[in-house]
């Protein structure tokens, strides 16, 4: 005999999953939508003035990443975002948004340069990823990461970090190491691609659905799991849908994120920010220690 | 007909896509003993191959005998994700934990290199591929927070594919969380050494890895953000041979030194000498130095560099 409320109830639970399952995959593909906008797009809307800042000093300007110092609700702040490209050659200029070191080096002078003044940093991540091509390594990719990681570690003003986009790896990480992180409602922030994971878990890349149902790299997902603070909401149908009222979204919860870490008291920002990335993690303790005879 | 390989050294290398055995060298097919090879620090005797060193094997090797105390060891990875792809999560971790005997990916701890204190963080690549999630990043600080309560060094050695994928953001945000615990050290004036192993990639190369006041590797280990294979399948480049590897990054000003196995717990003691105070004069005269090829007391080479030798009791 087949009782008809289990039977209801299993499929509630089917269909509440496959609800989830669809709602990932839309948030993988509006991430990526070629008409999402961009840092520059934001910067547009949200800066009154704004003045670029090129060059890493030491080797080339990368246009996969750009800093500017930026007026906000009449102060100055330094912007630091990445940049993917709109048409075919506006792309390739920009390598899709993926840094070289060189790019993470303008980064690290652009943190560098708000200490100094004392100005706080925005940051917009937008990125498949830091460049893996073997220039990149040639010029130390992993050791710069480490590096602007590390930049953002240590500013003592405040930082708000915003995916915008696509958060991937550690070529995000490098810029989003914040006071308050937010994540716009489709963005999508994870440790690898899904095409990436896929290809290395089930040995195919052709699995990337799968892949992104199991690691779930949603805004939902991310704030449950304690990465960021807040979710920014999107206009209906995605931030492409209308760019000024994806700009006033981002504009109200920026401003709210901004004043809770002006907030923070200077001497005190460097330690609670790594204090809170410090409480980052999930783990367990084993009954038995092992390894105690050792 | 293929004709019958009468070469027992070769047919036991890995060509042809055939399975090494552990203990065969995969770059001259010389093939040990299990005992020979822990006896040899893991370095083929015939052609100076650097085989792959356990967690608990290296500090071994690296510390004085007796001297080292694990902390942490309780921690074990939870499944915040309910991950499972080919296979579930928790079952990957079960059977690490069988192959290893370790709780995770690094071990942490304290102990002595030719009677100074440190406090170490070890990777093991045969747990999970050393993939870093929450355990190690949570390890490593536990051994940088007693390295800055003591006011000691910190030595990492490490050996990883990458972030730990079934952790997902989780094991991404372990790069800031690793990255917090090197500025603690920085903030207060803590040496942090770093050794990189075969391989060290990804996210644990683009993290604490790369940070060390000093950072030194093992000859012919793969240190890069991105493997070769990834950047050949991602941008068609060709990869050369010496792509990633340590002498090429030593040559690309990403290293401070590439240090064969046998001369690593010598040169970590001439680096904690260093490291120390200048009014603390070492004492500790006839500390012998067991396990390196060196026969010679680090403390006495680095001082003697400086025409400063110790009379001998």
């Not at chain 1, 899709?96 to 940051?123: D, N, Q, S």
Request: with cysteine.
């Amino acid at each position: 005999m087949v009782r008809v409320s289990d039977e209801v109830r299993r499929l509630r639970k089917r269909f509440e999953a496959r609800a989830e399952e669809s709602q990932i995959w839309d948030a993988v593909q509006l991430a990526r939508h070629p008409d999402r906008p961009y840092t520059l797009d934001y910067a547009e809307r949200l800066f009154s003035d704004a003045f670029e800042l090129r060059g890493d000093r030491a080797f080339s300007d990368d246009e996969a990443l750009i800093t500017m110092l930026a007026r906000y609700h009449g102060q100055t702040v330094v912007a630091i975002g990445h940049q993917k490209g709109r048409d075919l050659a506006e792309r390739t200029r920009r390598m899709f948004g993926m840094p070289h070191p060189e790019g993470y080096r303008k980064a690290i002078r652009a943190v560098e340069l708000a200490e100094r003044f004392g100005y706080p940093i925005l940051t917009f991540v937008d990125t498949p990823g830091a460049y893996p091509g073997v220039k990149a390594e040639e010029r130390g990719q992993a050791g710069m990461i480490a590096r602007s990681v590390l930049a953002f570690c240590q500013a003592s003003v405040p930082v708000v970090a915003t995916v915008i986009g696509e958060g991937g790896s550690g070529g995000a990480l490098a810029i989003a190491v914040a006071d308050r992180v937010q994540m716009q409602e489709n963005a999508i922030y994870s440790v690898i691609s899904p095409e990436g994971c896929a290809a290395i878990l089930w040995k195919d890349a052709g699995q990337a659905k799968k892949a992104a149902f199991a690691f779930r790299p949603t805004a939902r997902a991310c704030l449950d799991l304690g990465v960021i603070d807040t979710i920014v909401d999107e206009p209906g149908g995605g931030a492409h849908a209308d760019l000024d009222a994806s700009a006033r979204l981002l504009d109200t919860a920026l401003r709210q994120s901004l004043a809770e870490a002006e907030a923070i008291p200077p001497a005190q920002r460097r330690a609670l920010r790594r204090a809170k990335f410090r409480a980052m993690g999930v783990w367990g303790v084993a009954d038995e220690p092992t390894n105690q005879d050792f | 007909m293929t004709p019958i390989e009468v070469n027992v050294e070769r047919t036991a290398g890995d060509e042809g896509g055939g399975r090494r055995h552990p203990n065969t060298c995969p770059s001259c097919r010389s093939h040990f003993r299990d005992d020979e090879l822990r006896h040899s620090l893991r370095v083929c005797a015939q052609c100076g191959h650097h085989f792959a060193v356990g967690a608990m094997e290296r500090i071994e090797q690296m510390l004085d005998p007796g001297s080292f105390v694990e902390i942490g060891s309780e921690l074990r990875a939870a499944d915040p994700l309910a991950f499972v792809d080919l296979r579930p999560y928790t079952d990957r971790l079960l059977d690490a934990e069988l192959a290893t005997g370790l709780g995770d990916s690094l071990v942490a701890g304290s102990g002595q290199i030719v009677g100074r204190p440190t406090a170490v963080a070890v990777m093991d690549f045969a747990f999970m591929g050393g993939s870093m999630g929450s355990v190690l990043g949570e390890r490593f600080c536990l051994a940088a927070d007693l390295a800055v309560a003591r006011r000691i060094p910190l030595i990492s050695v490490t050996a990883s594919g990458g972030a730990r994928m079934q952790e997902n953001i989780l094991a991404l945000m372990q790069m800031a969380k690793t990255v917090g615990a090197v500025d603690s050290l920085r903030e207060v004036g803590v040496p942090y050494i770093s050794v990189l192993a075969h391989p060290t990639t990804g996210g644990v190369i683009a993290s604490f890895a790369s940070l060390g006041d000093v950072v030194v590797a093992e000859p012919g280990a793969l240190l890069s953000f991105a493997g070769p294979r990834v950047v050949e399948q991602t941008t068609g480049e060709k990869t050369a041979p010496d792509f990633g590897r340590s002498e090429s990054n030593l040559r690309l000003g990403q290293l401070d030194a590439v240090v064969p196995r046998r001369e690593l717990r010598g040169e970590l003691a001439k680096l904690l000498v260093l490291f120390s105070p200048a009014e603390e004069e070492p004492t500790g005269d006839n500390e012998p130095l067991p396990q390196t090829g060196s026969d010679e007391n680090p403390v006495d080479r680095v001082l003697g560099m400086f025409g400063l030798g110790r009379k001998r009791g």
